[in-house]
DNA sequence: TAGATTGTTAATCGATTAACAATC
DNA sequence: TAGATTGTTAATCGATTAACAATC
């Protein structure tokens, strides 16, 4: 939601916009499924309704892509898999490094989806030095020490920050001064990075805050009712 | 982002659009961090800066809550805090359970940005017997067999979902059916719910996927370019 | 009063959606 | 050929932004 790319007008490297760009990853999903159920060729309808949107939203944004369905047939599956696996760059490998190995850290060393998406995980950091040697999810826990050297000898360009959120910026300068230029934040903080670089962030307290909004709403419709609108009274 | 709210117009529950709500608890944070430093008020420009956003936007945002600054003074942090929590309805306590206590699950519990506001931590459940009652973040891990009996006891209306994907539907046909009606879900599927229900997805995979997507953009700007355009051929 | 800053307007921009001509 | 389904158009909708009158 909050990604910061200043080093181009925005919204269409290439004339995709962001919108479709954060859907295609959605549709390479359901498209996998199919393929590991050696499903041959699929509708924008049957596709649309796996991956949660509707058809004209999904044959728009593929249309970003190029053309490369077959009208009154469908989509190739392999096929779509290749070109969208392409737009997204996951035909190469992204090295990236995790900082910070709480449970947090651990949770995201261990999930599948990384390294099954052409993500490989470089290194785990740390800066608790009693944790450097353990083994998570197969691999060395590294002091932080070592980052920069990690950073380059790897050639890293993705880092994912998994710190508490006190630490989090100091962290974020490091990883942008070694190199890397596109930084996913689970750190509850605003990160300051310099042009250039993409920022995303995962936060689970505003996620569950909107949650809390809109349930709040669904409680006012049933029973009690909203309590009156917008007070007079400014503050003292 | 992918939300849905099939219950009402959406995007207008008491007219507040929902690309506002998702900013809220961003602004309340900032707030949150003036207010420990005891700062008593705040111009939109300062504190748009502190949620990294642009002022006219925060001000566009804040009208929906109401008239709650003063013209040529800015706003009281204090009383902005209250209004933004009233807003999202962390006034009131939100009981939540969190489903499957692997690495995540144990993250999310042991989250402090939870308890902090509203939320209170219910239940930790796991379908591991082996795990029943073992204490994480202080709370002993239930049975999911007892899924029922928790939500109904304690009036869960949240319900967080950190299973593997093959278990997180059915979690969450249970939980739907037990009285939950809103989810955050971690599991890496798209959730089938009924209307009035809400599911808020993150998704760790896909936002590394976007990551990669503009990285790849970097690259192709600086040196070897965009491999040509849109094939010519279609799949065999 | 003069300076500062909000709240709102209006223009612009991007995203969504329905509908259908093109075409397999 | 007839049926199915894509790719695209155009209308609509929601979000962003700059600018400034209102007003503290």
New interface residues.
């Given amino acids: 939601?909050?990604?910061?790319?200043s080093?181009?007008p925005a919204t269409r490297?290439?004339g995709i916009p962001e919108a479709t760009?954060?859907r295609?990853?959605?549709y390479?999903?359901?498209l996998t499924t199919l393929s590991e159920r050696s499903v041959p060729t699929v509708s924008s309808e049957e596709l649309a309704t796996?991956?949660?949107v509707n058809s004209a939203k999904l044959r728009k944004d593929f249309s970003y892509?190029?053309?490369?369905g077959?009208r009154g047939v469908g989509y190739?599956v392999?096929?779509l898999v290749y070109q969208i696996s392409r737009?997204?760059?996951?035909t190469?490998d992204?090295p990236?490094v995790i900082v910070g190995i709480?449970?947090?850290g651990?949770?995201?060393a261990?999930?599948g989806?990384?390294a099954s998406?052409?993500?490989r995980v470089a290194a785990l950091m740390d800066a608790d030095a009693a944790l450097a040697g353990k083994l998570v999810a197969g691999l060395p826990v590294r002091h932080i020490d070592e980052l920069e050297a990690i950073v380059e000898d790897n050639q890293v360009?993705?880092g994912?920050i998994a710190t508490p959120a006190g630490a989090a910026q100091e962290v974020c300068d490091r990883l942008v001064t070694a190199g890397v230029?596109?930084?996913?934040n689970f750190a509850?903080t605003?990160l300051q990075v310099p042009e250039?670089v993409?920022v995303?962030k995962?936060?689970?307290?505003?996620?569950?805050?909107?949650?809390?909004?809109?349930?709040?709403?669904?409680a006012g419709e049933q029973g009690q009712g909203?309590d009156g609108?917008?007070?007079a009274v400014?503050?003292a």
């Fill in positions: 939601m909050a990604t910061s790319r080093h181009r490297s290439r760009v954060a295609l990853p959605l390479l999903r359901a796996a991956a949660g892509l190029g053309s490369y077959t190739d392999e096929y737009e997204l760059g996951l190469q992204w990236v709480g449970n947090l651990a949770a995201l261990n999930y989806g990384f998406r052409g993500f360009s993705i994912v230029t596109s930084i996913l509850p605003v250039g993409d995303r995962v936060d689970l307290s505003i996620e569950l805050q909107i949650l809390a909004f809109h349930e709040q709403r669904k909203p609108d917008v007070p400014m503050p």
